[in-house]
């Protein structure tokens, strides 16, 4: 079973690749009319989420429509809170919504560390996507990092601060401590079970890493996302911590082979702060992709002139926007797939 592209997976491990690879965060979703109809005949997201064969299909779509080098798998962060014990909603043009938050060590001890079997319907729809991709290209699977769902489970929503996740660190660090555990356990068995069914890459999300000062950072995040690179290392991994900047030389540490970069984070001084043992993944912005055609192209070869030949995967510096026009998606990824160096 030996892959057609493997170019990213190649650029990950440092190997020397043809061209630089390419895929986007959130390629499989709204930009796409195709997923919007496949989603209109579901009841919702989490539906869609559930039912392998749909997430299946939404997951493999951008490989065919946008000619990206590898799919990533249809799900959410949040499937872990979920399996843990807290379920969640989406609420539609709102986002994710708990009805029940951790406050007490009672409840902490009432959740139950997920395995792979809990999440049963990610891993049926890895396996079939396998079967779906016919070696086409790599599939990645992906966890949240454990600060960022304990932030969720605390918060019960997105926020803007983060005040009442944060007052946790503050107020009660052991708990909080006993918590990131339980997430990082429950987070190390998922993704093992995700290698197990197919996942050929993996890809951890910080979102919220912004929130903490750099101190918190080394105490409440890297920790574990340290845990998980020593534990999960069957396949490249990718670690991806929004707004971090004051982490890069740390990052350059992690047993893991890339870093995601978001498009405020100066490309050469990142290379020189995480150092050469590490690919990096990104960085434009996706609000690029509003601008001309002209401008689309010229920006992204300067990104590219930037990273170099080697150790890059582009992509984005976050997740595309709803309302970006497919085309311009399309000319974002072509323009990467005719550059050479
Ligand atoms: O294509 C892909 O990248 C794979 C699928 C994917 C989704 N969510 C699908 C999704 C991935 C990798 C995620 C990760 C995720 N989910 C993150 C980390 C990445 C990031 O954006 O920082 C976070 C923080 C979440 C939590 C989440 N899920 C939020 C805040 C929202 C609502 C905001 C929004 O964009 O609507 C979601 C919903 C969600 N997850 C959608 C999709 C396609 C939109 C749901 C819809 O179809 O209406």
Redesign the pocket.
Known sequence: MTLKNDLILRAARGEKVERTPVW???????ILPE?RKV?SKMG??KE??ETPEFACEV?IQ?VDILGVDAA???????VIPEAMGLPYQ?V?A???WFEKTIKTAEDIAQLKTADPDDLHYVIDAIKLTKIGLNNRVPLIG?A?APW?IFA?MIEGS?SKTFSQAKKFLYTQPMLAHQLLQKITDSTINYLKGQVAAGADML?L?D??AGALSPEQYNEFSLKYISQICDAVNEVPLTV?A?DAHFVRREMGKLNCNSIGLDWTMDIAESREMIGGSKTLQGNMDPCLLYADYAVIKKETIKMLKKFGPDRHIANLG???Y?DLDKDKVICFVDTIKEFRF
């Open positions: 986007l965060m959130r390629q499989a979703g709204r997923y989603r919702g997201f869609l989420v997951t951008p990533i798998i249809f799900s959410d962060i949040l989406m539609e709102k986002g994710p992906f949240g960022t969720y997105g890809q999300f979102s919220w991806f929004k976050h997740g595309l709803p």
